[in-house]
């Protein structure tokens, strides 16, 4: 095995011993999803037809801001905030405060009001693999990087959400986050449609897809001509966050010092502690500050 295999192969690892320490949620049942308390807003469950070969249905979260139902005129922004490995579509609310969070913001008018969509963006084998959106292991969520949700994200998650709900269908009024391996799916996503998201929050991503990627040019090569064009009309936002003691670190300081290079503007943070929820709910907290302002 090569020593870039090898290296790639020993991230996994370690990714895999990282998240077993924590819990994430099962599979999720709408009624469940429906019945969540505390929230300033209204919480929807979307099933759509999935376009991905191997499956027939796909569920995402929508987080509605408290003026949706009461305000009939007016559009909103919106955010597609992707969970991580060993996640799904009620990861960000169970383990990332992530409605908690914005509606603390909100009170206090230091977040905008937009629409929240918390997509499931595993790759699954099959509808009886999927089993209501169940996370997957570390291992094999990582391991199986096929692409199939970047693929089909625009027209599945992305247009649907605009032919549901009142939104501004605008690159301005668009942003896209992710955490660990969602990070990589944020990444390649606003890199290939650069048309679609004007704010990119990358929160300790994987930016380099491991070997189970390889043949799959189509979402994952070329990455850097891509992102020339992106920012050939840069996108309003672009930040990384990542803690000093992440394993991924290393890899993202490679990343950044080639944007730098680049002259591709963007904003680095790096903060105290690893790969842990105790920073991806700081870097949210501060992405819904600076996010559509």
Known sequence: MSARRL??????????????AGRYASGPYDSEIEAIGS???????????SSEP??????????LPPSYYSDSLRSYPVMYLLHGARGNEVTWFER?????????LRSENL??????????????????????????????AFWLVSGETERYFIRDVVERVD??????????????????SGGLQALHLA????????YVALFSPYTRPTFAAWGHDDVYGRLWPKLERQFADPPEMYSIYIGRNDFFLPHIMRFVRKLDKKGFEHDFTVSGGGHAWYNW????NDFYKNVFK
């Not at 290296?7 to 077993?20: E, G, N, P, T």
């Not at 191997?54 to 987080?63: F, T």
């Not at 977040?111 to 997957?136: H, K, M, W």
């Not at 890199?191 to 004007?198: K, L, N, Q, R």
Request: net charge negative; charged share 25%; glycine share 4%.
């Open 54 to 63: 191997a499956l027939s249905e796909k569920r995402m979260v929508v987080y």
């Open 191 to 198: 890199a290939a449609s650069p048309e679609h998201f004007d």
């Open 96 to 104: 990332g405060d992530a409605f908690r969070q914005l509606d603390s």
């Open 281 to 284: 709910r700081s870097y949210l």
């Open 39 to 49: 929230c300033e807003g209204t919480v929807e469950v979307v099933n759509y037809p």
């Open 163 to 180: 032919s549901l709900y009142r939104t501004i269908d605008d690159k301005s009024a668009r942003a896209i986050a992710g955490m660990s």
């Open 111 to 140: 977040a905008e009001e937009f629409i929240l969509v918390l997509p499931n963006t595993n790759n699954y084998y099959s509808d009886e693999d999927y089993q209501f959106g169940r996370p997957l292991k570390a291992m094999r």
């Open 7 to 20: 290296l790639a192969f020993s991230a996994i690892l370690w990714l895999a011993v990282s998240c077993a």
